[in-house]
């Protein structure tokens, strides 16, 4: 009887449960600085910004962000004379997805989308417009005119754990305009955030970034 | 792995640097703005080209398009300060057409690269009809976008 009871028993699967450890969706907050846009400017760039952002890490996975910079410039065009200024701040809102397989580590690639805005005034003078065939000469100067943009971008990023809670992190952006307001005398020529008024643009950021101790 | 995704992130900063310093496309430069017009024949309503054509600014020495043979459009300026711009249309020794263009003008600042130049608003068409039919104002708006702004009906 005992050996027929000893053999049943070993011959049974024994099923247990693993238990998974519950991991937080919330792993933690970076903040961060950019400074592509200065680095820019100093190799030649007519146009200057910095921005700040705010990265929340939920699970490795996803990462919403906002990010604030303000961009500026005041240029003067070498072949005419024409000038361009404007100072404001931008906005950015958006998420960033992990592209790194199941790393819950500080480093990764990653790919995000965001949305931008930035609303805006500039000055724009132009040297007298010259009619060649009935020998006029129009003068042309404006400042103040009030401008707003909003764009998409997407983009592809990498995040390096460079010393304990810094990390460097880059992103390569495309930027495509969803709307750009134009006045009757001028259409903005450059959009803070946004960069030249085309119908897209390239951009990166290199940031520098701290992960908050909690 | 750390090290490696160090290197890879510092290997692609600096080819991102020469990527975005890469310099600006170049820009297309835009002198005026100028009134696009296709000719068209009255019968058919079909594309049509005149045998020959020189048009001239009124009340200046400019000689717009001189003598020119087969052709079935023409991209002709409007004056910045006047809203009125006249022109002669003479397609021989005997046979001349004049039309007056009326248009409102304002300065409008394109880019850096261009500056500012004047916009158009064609409001009215005005025409002698020795060989014209009719002109029709297909889009009023004169700027640097090349768009057709008039089209000539020939009888």
């Known amino acids: 009887m005992l050996s027929t009871s000893i053999f049943a028993q070993s011959s049974k699967k024994i099923i247990r449960k693993r238990e998974v450890p519950k991991t937080p969706l919330y792993q933690g907050t970076t903040i961060g600085l950019d400074l592509f846009g200065g680095i820019n400017s100093i190799f030649g760039s007519s146009f200057m910004s910095t921005e700040v952002n705010a990265t929340v890490n939920l699970d490795y996975k996803w990462y919403p962000v906002v990010e ?29 997805y992990s592209l790194t397989k199941k790393s819950r580590k500080d480093s990764h690639l990653f790919a995000g989308v965001r949305y931008g805005f930035s609303a805006f005034s500039y000055d724009v003078t132009s040297p007298d417009i010259e009619d060649g065939i009935w020998k ?37 952006r495309y930027k495509s305009p969803l709307s750009i307001q134009e006045d009757k005398f001028a259409k903005p020529w ?19 970034i701290y992960k908050l101790p909690f | 792995m750390k090290k490696s995704f160090i290197k890879l992130f510092l290997g692609s900063f600096f080819l991102l640097m020469f990527f975005c310093n890469c310099g600006d496309e170049s820009s297309i430069r835009t002198d005026r703005a100028y009134a696009f017009i296709n000719f068209f024949s009255k019968e058919t309503f079909a594309p049509v080209k005149l045998t020959q ?29 006047a809203e009125q711009t006249e022109f002669y249309f003479k397609y021989s020794e005997e046979l001349i057409d004049t039309i007056t263009i009326t248009h409102k003008n304002h300065a ?10 004047i916009y158009h608003n064609i409001e009215k ?26 089209q000539i009906y020939f009888q």
Do not use: C
């Open chain 1, 136 to 172: 006029d000469k129009i003068p042309y100067a404006h400042q103040g005119i009030k401008s707003n943009a909003h764009w998409l971008e997407l983009l592809l990023g990498v995040k390096a754990k460079v010393y304990k809670n810094f990390q460097m992190g880059w992103t390569i």
């Open chain 2, 53 to 81: 054509l020189t048009v001239t600014a009124a009340n200046t020495d400019s000689i717009l398009i001189k003598e020119k043979p087969q052709i079935e459009n023409a991209k002709l300026p409007l004056n910045f300060k």
């Open chain 2, 125 to 150: 068409v005005d025409y002698s009809t020795n060989l014209i039919d009719s002109i029709a104002i297909k889009n009023p708006g004169v700027t640097e976008d090349e768009k057709e702004n008039l």
């Open chain 1, 190 to 208: 450059y959009i803070p955030g946004f960069g030249k008024n085309k119908s897209s643009n390239f951009y990166a950021t290199y940031s520098i």
């Open chain 1, 68 to 96: 604030v910079g303000y961009g500026t410039t005041n240029t003067t065009s070498d072949d005419n004379g024409s000038t361009y200024k404007t100072a404001a701040p931008y906005f950015r809102v958006g998420v960033n």
């Open chain 2, 108 to 117: 409008h600042f394109i880019s850096i690269e261009n500056g500012a130049i």
